[in-house]
């Protein structure tokens, strides 16, 4: 017997927090029985559960890393009918959902998932896995400016964490630099949000590692399905932050 919402996250619905949503919302039933109660215990092999009046099945796992395009959208639908990241994922039958977001504008490396469990363990606020960025501006921030986003910068929603910032690279044609900026945070736009606070608005704004995995190798647009290893490793890099941040 498991939770509701875990095997509902495991059959690939959603997130687990989305699938405590879908619950909540009176929009799953058990059994014919329609359960708003969070932590229900089910049995997935003898209980017949749906969502919205469909069956809900158990889905072999998959898990894609994919480098998003600028201007797609981290959504499973959208209203106004731009691009959105599945579109470029339709060899997958499987419905799989990102892992976190990358705004509109921002491109790079977005995970993918059908696993609602290794999806909240990478995306949980507690667990601090680390996300790294190649941000550009124009011009050349002064060293003193990036320590202030290397000790936390204050935004409308507080300080925020530490995060690790060096000069990727200068382009003294296009009088342009490229900052590595390393967050443990998964604030709305919060890259965006530090740069503007130095006023050094982003031209550009690039993810190219989550964790341990990096983007390399993968073209925009395209995707590549995570190695057993790779899985492993993203696990354990959020159980080992979520310990060293238990243990402080």
């Given at each position: 017997m498991e939770r509701l919402q875990k095997v509902l996250a495991e059959a690939g619905v959603a997130s687990r927090r989305k699938c405590e949503e879908l619950i909540s919302a009176g929009r799953v039933q058990v059994n014919d029985e329609v359960v708003t109660t969070l932590g229900v215990k089910v049995d997935a092999s003898k209980d017949v559960i749906t969502v919205d009046g469909r069956k809900i099945r158990q889905e072999k796992k998959v898990y894609v890393l994919f480098n998003k395009p600028k201007g797609v959208i981290t959504?499973?639908?959208?209203?106004?009918?731009?691009?959105?990241?599945?579109?470029?994922?339709?060899?997958?039958?499987?419905?799989?959902?990102?892992?976190?977001?990358?705004?509109?504008?921002?491109?790079?490396?977005?995970?993918?998932?059908?696993?609602?469990?290794?999806?909240?363990?990478?995306?949980?606020?507690?667990?601090?896995?680390?996300?790294?960025y190649h941000a550009t501006v124009k011009g050349v921030p002064h060293g003193s400016l990036l320590d202030k986003l290397r000790d936390g910068i204050e935004l409308e929603d507080g300080m925020t964490a530490p995060a690790e910032v060096d000069y990727y690279d200068i382009d003294?044609?296009?009088?342009?630099?490229?900052?590595?900026?390393?967050?443990?945070?998964?604030?709305?736009?919060?890259?965006?949000?530090?740069?503007?606070?130095?006023?050094?608005?982003?031209?550009?704004?690039?993810?190219?590692?989550?964790?341990?995995?990096?983007?390399?190798?993968?073209?925009?647009?395209?995707?590549?399905?995570?190695?057993?290893?790779?899985?492993?490793?993203?696990?354990e890099e959020a159980l080992r932050t979520h310990k060293i941040q238990k243990d402080k």
């Open positions: 959504s499973a639908s959208d209203p106004g009918g731009r691009k959105i990241v599945t579109d470029f994922l339709v060899d997958i039958k499987e419905r799989i959902y990102p892992v976190g977001r990358l705004d509109y504008d921002t491109e790079g490396l977005l995970l993918l998932t059908n696993d609602g469990e290794f999806a909240n363990l990478l995306t949980h606020p507690r667990h601090h896995v680390p996300r790294t003294p044609a296009k009088k342009e630099t490229i900052v590595s900026i390393t967050i443990y945070e998964g604030r709305n736009r919060q890259v965006r949000r530090m740069f503007d606070a130095i006023q050094f608005p982003l031209i550009k704004l690039k993810r190219v590692q989550f964790g341990p995995i990096a983007l390399t190798g993968v073209p925009r647009g395209k995707f590549r399905h995570l190695e057993a290893k790779e899985i492993k490793e993203l696990t």
